[in-house]
């Protein structure tokens, strides 16, 4: 059951032509767009299905500095900077609330671990810290048992992921870019070696730059244009609540649940530290890419054997621009949630926060997260294809980052400074660095 996302207008023909356009219309997609058009950029925004339809719509809601990979905390400074003014810029409703974000800590390699990543973080000067168990009490009261401690930044936060990314395409729209949903891009068409035009199901649209910020289907599409893209899926379940009282206002995770307030007083909840991943004819395709990930988290990961083997196994990898793609099959990807992993996340919950034993599901969805070896994006040229930019692979980041990942792009397609040092984001990694490409 997918989640109730916001309905906006959007435009029912395509143009001729713009500077730019953008392939995806989750999170990502939607900041580029409305960045671009903030810069006098021409922009036409292509979406397969609907706004935020996909994960966009179906992650946690949290947008943290916190935790970090240290590569990506510059970027992460910058997405709450523009999640903090982006309802007076979008002139609406995303749901963001600086409310704070915490980790508790269990045990004392919890508190080690916390420790080790602050001393990452402090050359930014964050205002994460750590809590006492006392604190903790006063911070989140209510809880049923004594905390080690926990990890606390006061100035991370939330947004509404039904609300957000409708908002920022809405607002793009006014702005003057073209938002087109049921609209798949089958390919590009290149002249003299560089990008010229966007082949979409409804006709080309000519253009000098083409963004794939495709999210879970960008290893797909890049794959049928000759570009590799070490890029696998694992599957979220979450669910939420009626309006509760007596509960934190704080986004708060643990190591087996986690919550955070909604704007209807209702709360999402989801098992942390409890993904599957299917296993799909591409996981052994990129195995050795990313083995060493699995070796740190395969605590993390629940390997299934299920029906999504078959039904990637008979996506067609390649077709023509002539020809019906996978895209136009598939709008929505829809996975159903997995009832026992969400009813661990409640038992869990309930023990440890009380006021949560008397919660009323309302609904419950799944949702599909492009990963990368790194778990850090691509945000980048790619070399040998003047035009092209990849805006993907957040790796269940792309919610609080993509404020700043759409920014960065945008600043890749205009050539101004980017927002951000882009070096940790570069395509190229992937080809010659640390990890080999599939």
């Known amino acids: 059951m997918a989640p109730r996302i916001d309905q906006i207008e959007t435009d029912q023909v395509i143009p001729k032509r713009v500077d730019v356009v953008i392939i995806g219309g989750g999170i990502v997609g939607v900041c580029t767009a409305m960045f671009l058009a903030e810069k006098g950029v021409s922009v036409a925004l292509c979406e397969k299905g609907h706004i ?44 963001f609330r600086k409310e704070g974000v915490v980790y508790l800590c269990e045990t004392q390699d919890d508190i080690a671990r916390h420790e080790e990543w602050l001393e990452h ?56 870019a073209y938002i087109l949903t049921g609209c798949a891009v089958r390919g590009i068409e290149t002249s003299a070696g560089k990008v010229s035009g966007a082949v979409t199901e409804k006709g080309t649209i000519a253009c000098d730059t083409v963004v794939v910020a495709g999210g879970a289907w960008s290893r797909l599409f890049l794959g ?79 390997l299934r054997v299920n029906g999504r083997f078959i039904e990637e196994w008979q996506i067609p990898k390649r077709w023509t621009l002539d020809q019906k793609t996978p895209f136009e099959t598939v709008r929505v990807l829809d996975p159903a949630p997995v009832d026992s992993i969400l009813e661990e996340a409640k038992v869990n919950l309930a023990r440890n926060f009380p006021a949560f034993r008397n919660m009323e599901i309302v609904e419950s969805w799944g949702g599909l997260v492009d990963v990368m070896p790194d778990a850090v994006p691509v945000i980048s040229h790619v070399p040998g294809v003047p035009g092209l930019v990849i805006a993907s692979g957040m790796s269940g980041h792309g919610f609080g980052l993509g404020p700043g990942t759409g920014r960065m792009a945008a600043d890749l397609v205009t050539g101004d400074v980017p927002i951000a040092d882009p070096t940790p984001f570069r395509y190229e990694r992937f080809l010659r660095g640390t990890t080999k490409a599939a």
């Not at 939420?240 to 919550?259: H, M």
């Open 121 to 176: 973080a402090r050359p930014y000067q964050l205002d994460s810290h750590l809590l006492s168990p006392d604190a903790v009490d006063k911070l989140l009261p209510g809880s049923a048992r004594k905390w080690k401690g926990a990890l606390y930044t006061p100035s991370d936060g939330r947004a509404e992921p039904q609300k957000a990314a409708p908002a920022i395409a809405a607002a793009a729209r006014r702005m003057g």
């Open 52 to 95: 935020a339809g996909e994960q966009s719509s179906r992650n946690w809601g949290w947008c943290r500095k916190m935790g970090r990979d240290v590569a990506e905390i510059p970027l992460a400074i910058e997405s709450l900077r523009f999640w903090e003014q982006m309802n007076t810029r979008v002139e609406g409703e995303t749901g």
């Open 224 to 302: 049928n244009i000759g570009v590799t893209f070490p890029q696998l899926k694992i599957l979220g379940s979450v669910m939420r609540t009626k309006p509760l009282d007596g509960v934190p206002s704080q986004a708060v995770g643990a190591s087996d649940f986690a919550f955070r307030r909604r704007l209807d007083g209702g709360y999402t909840v989801a098992q942390r530290g409890a993904n599957v991943a299917p296993i799909v004819p591409d996981s052994f395709r990129l195995f050795f890419d990313f083995l060493p990930a699995l070796r740190k988290q395969w605590h993390e990961l629940r």
